[in-house]
């Protein structure tokens, strides 16, 4: 069994930048893909960035390349979302993901618990 624990949200201003992180722990070992998703107040729940936990390749959703950048630090079991120009659209929970499968698109079962990020004007 996998646990994710996300942490870094909080309440910025359009423009600025936060980082999010994600510990995991338990049979990591099962894991090949890790993801952040985000869901705003009533839209469906978005994949926004994922990456390879062997080779590190990334995926990065159009609305957030350029902007946003997913990393992991396998030694410390710890995927992170640098979040740079933070906009107001980008106000939603934001979740950490896990797969067994290779595919950036998952599917995903294993889930956090999630950690908000407001971006005021």
């Known amino acids: 069994q996998v646990q994710l624990v996300e942490s870094g949200g909080g309440l910025v201003q359009a423009g600025g930048s936060l980082r999010l992180s994600c510990a995991a722990s338990?049979?990591?070992?099962?894991?090949?893909?890790m993801a952040w998703y985000r869901q705003a107040p009533g839209k469906e729940r978005d994949l926004v960035a994922a990456i390879a936990t062997g080779g590190g390749s990334t995926w990065h959703a159009d609305a957030v390349k350029g902007r946003f950048f997913i990393s992991r630090d396998n030694a410390k079991n710890t995927l992170y979302l640098q979040m740079n120009s933070l906009k107001p659209e980008d106000t939603a929970m934001y979740y950490c993901?896990?797969?067994?499968?290779?595919?950036?698109?998952?599917?995903?079962?294993?889930w956090g618990q999630g950690t908000q990020v407001t971006v005021s004007i």
């Open positions: 993901a896990a797969s067994d499968s290779y595919n950036f698109k998952g599917p995903y079962d294993r």
């Open positions: 338990g049979n990591i070992f099962s894991i090949n893909v």
